[in-house]
T-cell receptor, first 115, second 112 residues
Framework: EAQVTQNPRYLITVTGKKLTVTCSQN?????MSWYRQDPGLGLRQIYY???????DKGDVPEGYKVSRKEKRNFPLILESPSPNQTSLYFC??????????????FGDGTRLSIL | KQEVTQIPAALSVPEGENLVLNCSFT??????LQWFRQDPGKGLTSLLL?????REQTSGRLNASLDKSSGRSTLYIAASQPGDSATYLC???????????FGTGTLLAVQP
């Protein structure tokens, strides 16, 4: 089954304790992206990757890192989490950039609470 | 900068009604536009994708239209059911980064 898998689904942690949210897709997609969703602000893009070893900042990249060493995986790293990073996070993938008829597929989300 | 507005923000209808959700966007240079459904605490489910060259797309009881020149899209839901209750999000995709820009959604409640 084609899917985007995120782990963990839920995490409560404390300020400053490094954490990684994993994202994996089994569709051989080139393009992957991370979004965060906050009440009243909607979904906003954090980082994206057009292919292996190619990543770039989205609209709200501060406090986050990503890497794309393999095509299927795109982890989101919070080196020193802070309470303002408490949010619902989504990973998405699509076959390639600018594909007119290719929808983006989303994972089920990761709810992070930073105390 | 692309801005997306969805109207209404919330909608409550009795079961069986036909309804229309509206989405407007400011930058017409898009590749496509997707409509998503989000259930509480859950991820996004893609409902329909309309390519920039298309006028409409249909899937079952759902029909989405796109008027790129005026920056508008509508999602029509026929014969609504309680199971249609969810938040509906529209998201045009465009630019060199293929980024989706989301509206804040329409919260739909279909009353039995």
């Amino acid at each position: 089954e084609a899917q985007v898998t995120q782990n963990p689904r839920y995490l409560i942690t404390v300020t400053g304790k490094k954490l990684t949210v994993t994202c994996s897709q089994n569709m051989n997609h080139e393009y992957m992206s991370w979004y965060r969703q906050d009440p009243g602000l909607g979904l906003r893009q954090i980082y994206y990757s057009m292919n292996v070893e190619v990543t770039d900042k989205g609209d709200v990249p501060e406090g986050y890192k990503v890497s794309r060493k393999e095509k299927r995986n795109f982890p989101l790293i919070l080196e020193s989490p802070s309470p303002n990073q408490t949010s619902l996070y989504f990973c998405a993938s699509s076959p390639k950039t600018g594909a007119l008829n290719q929808p983006q597929h989303f994972g089920d989300g990761t709810r992070l609470s930073i105390l | 900068k692309q801005e997306v507005t969805q109207i209404p923000a919330a909608l409550s209808v009795p079961e069986g009604e036909n309804l229309v959700l509206n989405c407007s966007f400011t930058d017409s240079a898009i590749y496509n536009l997707q409509w998503f459904r989000q259930d509480p605490g859950k991820g996004l489910t893609s409902l329909l994708l309309i390519q920039s060259s298309q006028r409409e797309q249909t899937s079952g009881r759902l029909n989405a239209s796109l008027d790129k020149s005026s920056g508008r899209s509508t999602l029509y839901i026929a014969a609504s059911q309680p199971g249609d209750s969810a938040t509906y999000l529209c998201a045009p995709a465009g630019g060199a980064t293929n980024k989706l820009i989301f509206g804040t959604g329409t919260l739909l409640a279909v009353q039995p």
